[in-house]
T-cell receptor
Framework: NAGVTQTPKFRILKIGQSMTLQCTQD?????MYWYRQDPGMGLKLIYY???????DKGEVPNGYNVSRSTTEDFPLRLELAAPSQTSVYFC?????????????FGEGSRLTVL | AQSVTQLGSHVSVSEGALVLLRCNYS??????LFWYVQYPNQGLQLLLK??????LVKGINGFEAEFKKSETSFHLTKPSAHMSDAAEYFC??????????FGKGTRLSVIA
């Protein structure tokens, strides 16, 4: 059972470049999330989706875009990379919200912008 | 908006000693509360969760947490620390159908 799979695991970008972080889950979960983790700051929500075709902004959406065309996939797009986007990015999924909203996380994608 | 505060960014204990990681939440309505653990270079995994069924919640690896409404706290404990418990621990809160909000994390070190 693969769970939540993120690619790539590591990436170095130059300022102004664009890239997409891929996330796919095989648990048929409706809810999917993108968080970024910075040292000492915990995890901050970038975007989330409650189902195919539905996305919403989280706490720190600026500089990012998402789409949700299928239940399985939730890619995160960085259009013009900036040093402030250097971080570890985690994709997560869950079967529901509220008390049943246990999140299952991918292993993370470490992005460095130089 | 709900939030959680984790007291202490780094906690160090001796092997076999009590582990106590503190978490306080702010919410006008009792929320759902979670503890997650992150081992080095891995994603987060659920330790335990409070969903109002019982105030004392038992999780994996011998951890438990007690929901105290009067203190707005959800502290994580383990009677006897093991070397394998060294990791970062995150408290998180969810109210209704809103996404999880995480605390800043507490790094636990276990000294032999």
């Amino acid at each position: 059972n693969a769970g939540v799979t993120q690619t790539p695991k590591f990436r170095i970008l130059k300022i102004g470049q664009s890239m997409t972080l891929q996330c796919t889950q095989d648990m048929n979960h409706n809810y999917m999330y993108w968080y970024r983790q910075d040292p000492g700051m915990g995890l901050k929500l970038i975007y989330y989706s409650v189902g195919a075709g539905i996305t919403d902004k989280g706490e720190v959406p600026n500089g990012y875009n998402v789409s949700r065309s299928t239940t399985e996939d939730f890619p995160l797009r960085l259009e013009l990379a900036a040093p402030s986007q250097t971080s570890v990015y985690f994709c997560a999924s869950s079967n529901g919200a509220g008390g049943s909203g246990e999140l299952f996380f991918g292993e993370g994608s470490r992005l460095t912008v130089l | 908006a709900q939030s959680v505060t984790q007291l202490g960014s780094h906690v160090s204990v001796s092997e076999g000693a009590l582990v106590l990681l503190r978490c306080n939440y702010s919410s006008s309505v009792p929320p759902y509360l979670f503890w997650y653990v992150q081992y080095p270079n891995q994603g987060l995994q659920l330790l335990l969760k409070y969903t109002s069924a019982a105030t004392l919640v038992k999780g994996i690896n011998g951890f438990e947490a007690e929901f105290k409404k009067s203190e707005t706290s959800f502290h994580l404990t383990k009677p006897s620390a093991h070397m394998s418990d060294a990791a970062e621990y995150f408290c998180a809160v969810m109210k209704g159908n809103t996404p999880l909000v995480f605390g800043k994390g507490t790094r636990l070190s276990v000294i032999a």
